[in-house]
């Protein structure tokens, strides 16, 4: 950070500090290979799994798989509202002041075709190991439209960014 007037920082610009915000962003969603999706029934009951994931580039799509015959996939066909937990803790006592962890909202959707295609090139280039997993017919593509990415850092500096167009295409 640059210095002005002694030891006072000198502030960041609006487009310093969302650039500063979108690099962490892409850092956490790059190296991490789990989150935490939450969905809710349609009796409003919350449920939470691991899934492994991947981002677009521009961050506004984030995909996972799950097989069709899990609770998970029937809340996303009962209400397509999603939020994704990414974070960096290893689960040491440096994680208070250390960790970096994001909230991603939007709206998932099951893909299909030539769109579900590419989109399984995205996934494996991060996650080849699932190969067999995501190309099995029981097993469904979603892609979350993100619409706000909520980051938090040392667990009380809060950031938000709101993606163009609400989370749509």
């Given at each position: 950070m640059s210095r002005a007037f002694g030891n006072r920082?000198?502030?960041?610009?609006?487009?310093?500090?969302?650039?500063?915000?979108e690099n962490l962003l892409r850092s956490l969603l790059s190296?991490?290979?789990?989150?935490?999706?939450s969905t809710h029934s349609a009796a409003g009951h919350?449920?939470?799994?691991?899934?492994?994931f991947a981002a677009s580039d521009d961050l506004k799509h984030i995909f996972f798989a799950t097989p069709r015959s899990t609770r998970?996939?029937?809340?996303?066909?009962?209400?397509?509202?999603?939020?994704l937990l990414v974070?960096?803790?290893s689960n040491r006592e440096e994680d208070f002041h250390e960790a970096v962890a994001v909230t991603?909202?939007?709206?998932?959707?099951?893909?299909?075709g030539a769109e579900r295609d590419d989109a399984i090139?995205?996934?494996?280039?991060k996650h080849p190991?699932?190969?067999?997993?995501?190309?099995?017919?029981?097993?469904?593509?979603?892609?979350?439209?993100?619409?706000?990415?909520?980051?938090v850092r040392h667990f009380q500096n809060v950031m938000e960014v709101e993606m163009e167009g609400g989370g749509s295409d």
């Open positions: 920082p000198m502030a960041k610009s609006p487009s310093e500090r969302q650039s500063t915000t190296t991490q290979r789990l989150a935490v999706v919350p449920y939470a799994n691991l899934v492994a998970k996939f029937e809340n996303l066909e009962a209400d397509c509202r999603v939020a974070d960096s803790r991603v909202m939007g709206r998932a959707g099951e893909l299909y090139r995205l996934y494996l280039a190991y699932l190969e067999d997993f995501v190309r099995a017919p029981t097993c469904a593509l979603f892609k979350i439209h993100v619409q706000r990415y909520v980051l």
